[in-house]
Protein backbone atom coordinates (compact mmCIF):
# COMPACT_ATOMS: atom_id res chain seq x y z
CA UNK A 1 0.00 0.00 0.00
CA UNK A 2 2.91 2.25 -0.06
CA UNK A 3 2.77 5.01 -2.25
CA UNK A 4 -1.40 5.47 -2.35
CA UNK A 5 -2.33 8.30 -2.81
CA UNK A 6 -6.06 8.99 -2.09
CA UNK A 7 -8.49 9.66 -5.11
CA UNK A 8 -11.64 10.98 -3.67
CA UNK A 9 -12.35 12.02 0.16
CA UNK A 10 -15.33 9.69 0.17
CA UNK A 11 -18.88 9.47 -1.27
CA UNK A 12 -17.84 11.45 -4.11
CA UNK A 13 -16.31 14.58 -2.31
CA UNK A 14 -12.93 15.47 -3.31
CA UNK A 15 -9.88 15.39 -1.51
CA UNK A 16 -9.14 19.06 0.40
CA UNK A 17 -6.29 18.87 -1.81
CA UNK A 18 -7.89 18.50 -4.80
CA UNK A 19 -10.57 21.01 -3.80
CA UNK A 20 -8.45 23.74 -2.22
CA UNK A 21 -5.55 22.96 -4.30
CA UNK A 22 -5.83 26.84 -5.43
CA UNK A 23 -6.98 28.82 -1.96
CA UNK A 24 -5.73 29.92 1.02
CA UNK A 25 -7.06 30.44 4.45
CA UNK A 26 -6.40 32.65 7.41
CA UNK A 27 -7.82 30.28 9.85
CA UNK A 28 -9.19 26.83 10.61
CA UNK A 29 -12.20 26.67 12.58
CA UNK A 30 -12.32 22.96 14.41
CA UNK A 31 -15.26 21.22 15.64
CA UNK A 32 -14.62 18.94 18.47
CA UNK A 33 -16.66 15.85 19.21
CA UNK A 34 -15.65 13.70 16.04
CA UNK A 35 -13.15 15.68 15.24
CA UNK A 36 -10.40 16.23 17.23
CA UNK A 37 -11.76 13.97 20.12
CA UNK A 38 -13.68 10.85 20.29
CA UNK A 39 -16.47 11.57 22.87
CA UNK A 40 -19.37 9.41 20.92
CA UNK A 41 -19.09 6.18 23.47
CA UNK A 42 -19.48 8.42 26.36
CA UNK A 43 -21.68 10.46 25.10
CA UNK A 44 -24.02 7.41 23.86
CA UNK A 45 -23.63 5.73 27.63
CA UNK A 46 -24.86 9.45 28.81
CA UNK A 47 -28.14 9.91 26.47
CA UNK A 48 -29.46 6.22 27.29
CA UNK A 49 -28.93 6.35 31.07
CA UNK A 50 -30.65 9.86 30.54
CA UNK A 51 -33.57 8.21 28.04
CA UNK A 52 -33.93 5.52 30.80
CA UNK A 53 -34.08 8.28 33.32
CA UNK A 54 -36.98 10.19 31.42
CA UNK A 55 -38.94 7.26 30.90
CA UNK A 56 -37.90 7.62 27.10
CA UNK A 57 -38.84 4.61 24.74
CA UNK A 58 -36.32 2.28 23.70
CA UNK A 59 -33.83 3.55 25.64
CA UNK A 60 -31.41 1.26 25.77
CA UNK A 61 -30.72 1.73 21.85
CA UNK A 62 -31.70 5.42 22.06
CA UNK A 63 -29.60 7.78 19.52
CA UNK A 64 -29.01 11.36 19.77
CA UNK A 65 -28.08 13.43 16.75
CA UNK A 66 -24.79 14.75 17.19
CA UNK A 67 -23.58 18.15 16.62
CA UNK A 68 -26.43 20.30 17.94
CA UNK A 69 -26.55 21.66 21.57
CA UNK A 70 -27.99 19.60 24.06
CA UNK A 71 -30.75 22.95 24.25
CA UNK A 72 -31.80 22.60 21.23
CA UNK A 73 -32.46 18.64 21.46
CA UNK A 74 -34.26 18.26 24.82
CA UNK A 75 -37.56 20.53 23.83
CA UNK A 76 -37.72 17.84 20.96
CA UNK A 77 -37.72 14.81 23.14
CA UNK A 78 -39.54 16.16 26.61
CA UNK A 79 -42.58 18.14 26.81
CA UNK A 80 -41.95 21.61 28.15
CA UNK A 81 -42.27 21.75 31.80
CA UNK A 82 -39.50 18.69 32.13
CA UNK A 83 -37.11 20.62 29.41
CA UNK A 84 -35.05 22.49 31.77
CA UNK A 85 -34.25 19.47 34.35
CA UNK A 86 -33.70 17.79 31.36
CA UNK A 87 -31.10 20.11 29.99
CA UNK A 88 -29.53 20.11 33.62
CA UNK A 89 -29.63 16.59 33.96
CA UNK A 90 -27.79 15.36 30.75
CA UNK A 91 -25.18 18.36 31.12
CA UNK A 92 -24.26 16.71 34.72
CA UNK A 93 -24.14 13.26 33.42
CA UNK A 94 -22.04 14.57 30.34
CA UNK A 95 -19.41 16.32 32.70
CA UNK A 96 -19.32 13.45 34.81
CA UNK A 97 -18.24 10.88 32.40
CA UNK A 98 -15.60 12.94 30.36
CA UNK A 99 -12.80 10.44 31.45
CA UNK A 100 -10.16 8.96 29.15
CA UNK A 101 -11.28 10.43 26.01
CA UNK A 102 -9.31 9.69 23.30
CA UNK A 103 -7.90 12.00 21.01
CA UNK A 104 -8.33 11.41 17.39
CA UNK A 105 -5.67 10.76 14.87
CA UNK A 106 -4.24 13.45 13.35
CA UNK A 107 -6.01 16.34 15.80
CA UNK A 108 -2.26 17.38 17.68
CA UNK A 109 -0.58 17.56 14.19
CA UNK A 110 -3.74 19.21 12.76
CA UNK A 111 -4.03 21.99 15.55
CA UNK A 112 0.58 21.93 16.26
CA UNK A 113 0.55 23.31 12.47
CA UNK A 114 -1.24 26.24 12.99
CA UNK A 115 -0.32 29.06 14.78
CA UNK A 116 -2.20 30.90 17.99
CA UNK A 117 -4.24 33.32 15.90
CA UNK A 118 -5.05 30.82 13.41
CA UNK A 119 -6.95 27.93 14.97
CA UNK A 120 -10.04 27.71 16.75
CA UNK A 121 -12.72 25.21 18.44
CA UNK A 122 -16.16 25.80 18.11
CA UNK A 123 -18.44 23.30 19.74
CA UNK A 124 -22.12 22.24 20.39
CA UNK A 125 -21.06 21.96 23.93
CA UNK A 126 -21.57 24.11 26.85
CA UNK A 127 -18.57 25.99 28.36
CA UNK A 128 -18.22 23.38 31.23
CA UNK A 129 -19.11 20.62 28.98
CA UNK A 130 -16.21 21.74 26.53
CA UNK A 131 -13.57 22.04 29.38
CA UNK A 132 -14.58 18.46 30.68
CA UNK A 133 -14.03 16.95 27.56
CA UNK A 134 -10.65 18.59 26.64
CA UNK A 135 -9.63 17.95 30.28
CA UNK A 136 -10.37 14.89 29.83
CA UNK A 137 -8.75 13.54 26.54
CA UNK A 138 -5.11 15.95 27.22
CA UNK A 139 -5.91 17.52 24.13
CA UNK A 140 -4.21 20.89 24.13
CA UNK A 141 -6.61 23.35 22.32
CA UNK A 142 -6.17 26.41 20.82
CA UNK A 143 -6.70 29.83 23.03
CA UNK A 144 -10.11 30.44 21.10
CA UNK A 145 -12.45 27.88 22.07
CA UNK A 146 -16.00 29.06 21.20
CA UNK A 147 -19.15 27.16 22.78
CA UNK A 148 -22.86 26.88 22.59
CA UNK A 149 -23.00 29.62 25.87
CA UNK A 150 -21.45 32.01 23.51
CA UNK A 151 -24.46 32.66 21.02
CA UNK A 152 -27.99 32.37 21.46
CA UNK A 153 -28.17 29.67 18.53
CA UNK A 154 -25.93 26.69 17.90
CA UNK A 155 -25.68 24.97 14.97
CA UNK A 156 -27.19 24.59 12.40
CA UNK A 157 -27.29 28.21 12.96
CA UNK A 158 -24.05 29.92 11.59
CA UNK A 159 -23.18 31.70 14.30
CA UNK A 160 -21.04 29.84 16.22
CA UNK A 161 -18.28 30.14 13.02
CA UNK A 162 -19.31 33.61 13.05
CA UNK A 163 -18.19 33.82 16.64
CA UNK A 164 -15.13 31.98 15.91
CA UNK A 165 -13.86 33.73 12.97
CA UNK A 166 -14.58 37.02 14.79
CA UNK A 167 -12.84 35.96 18.15
CA UNK A 168 -9.66 35.58 15.41
CA UNK A 169 -9.98 38.73 14.00
CA UNK A 170 -10.56 37.06 10.77
CA UNK A 171 -13.79 36.79 7.49
CA UNK A 172 -15.50 34.19 7.53
CA UNK A 173 -15.14 33.58 3.69
CA UNK A 174 -11.50 33.23 4.31
CA UNK A 175 -11.80 30.17 7.24
CA UNK A 176 -12.10 26.86 6.73
CA UNK A 177 -14.42 24.71 9.38
CA UNK A 178 -13.67 20.96 9.46
CA UNK A 179 -16.95 19.25 11.04
CA UNK A 180 -17.78 15.63 11.28
CA UNK A 181 -21.91 16.37 11.62
CA UNK A 182 -24.36 17.48 9.49
CA UNK A 183 -25.99 20.26 11.33
CA UNK A 184 -22.03 21.47 11.49
CA UNK A 185 -21.35 21.39 7.87
CA UNK A 186 -24.95 23.30 7.57
CA UNK A 187 -24.21 25.99 9.72
CA UNK A 188 -19.99 26.29 8.25
CA UNK A 189 -21.80 26.66 4.72
CA UNK A 190 -24.24 29.03 6.02
CA UNK A 191 -21.70 30.97 7.28
CA UNK A 192 -20.27 31.41 4.08
CA UNK A 193 -16.93 29.44 4.78
CA UNK A 194 -15.49 26.48 2.73
CA UNK A 195 -15.97 23.65 4.73
CA UNK A 196 -14.04 19.93 5.36
CA UNK A 197 -16.13 17.06 6.04
CA UNK A 198 -14.24 14.16 8.39
CA UNK A 199 -15.48 10.60 9.30
CA UNK A 200 -15.83 10.61 12.82
CA UNK A 201 -19.50 10.64 14.28
CA UNK A 202 -21.84 10.43 11.50
CA UNK A 203 -19.24 8.84 8.26
CA UNK A 204 -18.97 11.19 4.86
CA UNK A 205 -22.01 9.54 3.40
CA UNK A 206 -23.86 12.71 5.51
CA UNK A 207 -21.83 15.08 4.99
CA UNK A 208 -22.24 15.44 0.87
CA UNK A 209 -22.77 19.14 0.69
CA UNK A 210 -19.28 20.25 2.09
CA UNK A 211 -16.90 20.94 -0.58
CA UNK A 212 -14.22 18.35 0.18
CA UNK A 213 -14.16 15.40 2.56
CA UNK A 214 -11.04 12.96 4.23
CA UNK A 215 -11.67 10.43 6.64
CA UNK A 216 -10.34 11.88 9.39
CA UNK A 217 -7.44 14.76 10.65
CA UNK A 218 -4.80 12.12 9.89
CA UNK A 219 -5.36 12.44 6.44
CA UNK A 220 -5.13 16.00 5.94
CA UNK A 221 -1.93 18.47 6.13
CA UNK A 222 -2.04 22.25 6.58
CA UNK A 223 1.29 24.70 5.63
CA UNK A 224 1.30 28.25 6.81
CA UNK A 225 2.87 30.79 4.46
CA UNK A 226 2.88 34.45 3.47
CA UNK A 227 -0.50 34.14 1.69
CA UNK A 228 -2.10 32.12 4.40
CA UNK A 229 -2.68 28.59 5.37
CA UNK A 230 -2.72 25.96 2.17
CA UNK A 231 -4.59 22.61 3.22
CA UNK A 232 -3.65 19.09 1.44
CA UNK A 233 -3.52 15.59 1.53
CA UNK A 234 -2.04 13.56 3.72
CA UNK A 235 -0.34 9.99 3.92
CA UNK A 236 -1.25 8.60 7.24
CA UNK A 237 2.56 6.88 8.89
CA UNK A 238 2.79 3.97 7.65
CA UNK A 239 1.05 3.52 4.41
Known amino acids: MHGRTPEAGGVGLPTPGRAFADRTFDAV ?76 PGAEFALGSLGPDQAAIVTSCTHAQAWARINGSGLEPPEVVITADDVERGKPYPDPFRLGARALG ?31 SHGLSLLGQAHAGA ?12 AGITVGDRTPQGW
Open 29 to 104: LFDMDGTLIDSAASAQRCWRRWAREFGLPDAETFEVQHGIPASQVVPTLLPAAQVQAGVARILELEIADATGIPVL
Open 215 to 226: SGLDRVSFAVGP
Open 170 to 200: VDPRRCLVIEDAPAGVTAGLAAGCAVLGVGG
